[in-house]
């Protein structure tokens, strides 16, 4: 009798957890909810408030308004689409961490026109995962830094030589040229010359469209953008039959040999020359802008370029005095570089965030994010949180001194299985390019502004004039 009750008095006690658990569940499951927020006109939402906040010198203000109304989630319609836009760090960390099970890129539909179905920036899953293994593998190799080492002095010593002190230098339009060199060459191999220039041009032509109407008829933008694409195509394809021919080297060059070298089947030689020109549109602009950016903000920290000055020269000596040429690891032991570097990515925001579709309904710290919407994690207004950085709009390298970067919410490269493969390349050129600049010039800059949209650039190009060092 005494075991029945004992088993009647357990029964209840577990229903009533059970029930309390499920009860709970339930309320924590309700407690997910679109968030709050506004979807602005029909068809065009709030994409013209978006784009002129995006125009203006505080892109972040469209964030900063609904964050005070709503929270740092929030629902929004923009580029025609419903979107939940995150400034919230914690989510944007989920959204990046997410594989294609949960979030997929979303860009706009020009863009994926122009770059193909089995671009690497739009495709999923396991070929996804070996291509950017790959790239990142190499971009990383102690071969590949040596050699772009190498090329980057060359380009820009050949570059900097024919600086006139009469004429103002444009930064954007000769780092711009710099870069370029050196992604060509880490790509394909091509080293400056007729087909550079021959791809340069059609590059540009190729990359006007991204932006543009999603129409594809003789005449339009797009059109002439994907001829442009076609004709880049050929070029690397004549490239690969070239490397196939001659043998493929064991040791790879270049990307086109690291993916001619993979066994995988699926990287046929149409899918890897459509990738070397998708490849482009990330690195070709980026980099001289972070380039052109560390100038502009140096050139208004006096107390920062003088300290950039005298490491960058300590080493210059350094190495005169040893009767050695300068190689990767001296410039990334630059430690004050390196967090010139770093804050100029804070304050840049080159990359102002990313966009992903859900697959599915997903929930996270409250909010829901249904099937098939986009979500916009915005780097920019966490990069410029106060909660996350003092004074978040001065420009303070010190600030990254013996702080560990990888708990300070910064996602300049983004992060997960789509980090940039392309970040340490962007580092060493950019010191490169600062060490050689420093050493060499004194300079006084013109009157310019950044525009942010649709993508971060400077307004005038950022003349300078320069002085060479040594000089009276
Ligand atoms: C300052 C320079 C750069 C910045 C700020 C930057 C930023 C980024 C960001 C934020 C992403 C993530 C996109 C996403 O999650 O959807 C990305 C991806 C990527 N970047 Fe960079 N990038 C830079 C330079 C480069 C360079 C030099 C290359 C070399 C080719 C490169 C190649 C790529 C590629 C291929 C991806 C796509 C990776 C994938 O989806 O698997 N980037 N970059």
Known sequence: MENIWILFVTAIFLSIIILFRNRFRLKSKDRHQLPSGTFGWPFIGETIEFVSCAYSDRPESFMDKRRHMYGKVFTSHIFGKPTIVSIDAEVSKFVLQSDARVFVPSYPKSLTELMGKSSILLING?????????????????????????DMQTYVQESMSNWKEDHPIYIQDETKNIAFQVLVKALISLDPGEEM??????FQEFISGLMSLPINIPGSRLYQSLQAKKKMVKLVQKTIQAKRASGISMVPNDVVDVLLNDANEKLTDDLIADNMI?????????????????????SECPAALQQLTEENMKLKKLKEQLGEPLCWSDYLSLPFTQTVITETL??????TGVMRKAVKDVAIKGNLIPKGWCVFAYFRSVHLDESNYDWPHQFNPWRWQDKDMSSCNFTPFGGGQRLCPGLDLARLETSIFLHHFVTQFRWVTEEDTIVHFPTVKMKRRMPIWIKRRGEP
């Open 278 to 298: 998708d490849m482009m549109i990330p690195g070709e602009d980026s980099v001289p802008v972070l380039m052109t950016l560390a100038i502009k903000y140096l």
């Open 346 to 351: 804070r304050m840049g925001n080159i990359i």
């Open 197 to 202: 220039e021959f791809l340069r041009k059609q």
């Open 126 to 150: 396991s070929l996804q995962r070996r291509i950017h293994g790959l790239i990142g593998a190499f971009f990383k190799s102690q071969q590949l830094k040596d050699q772009i080492t190498r």
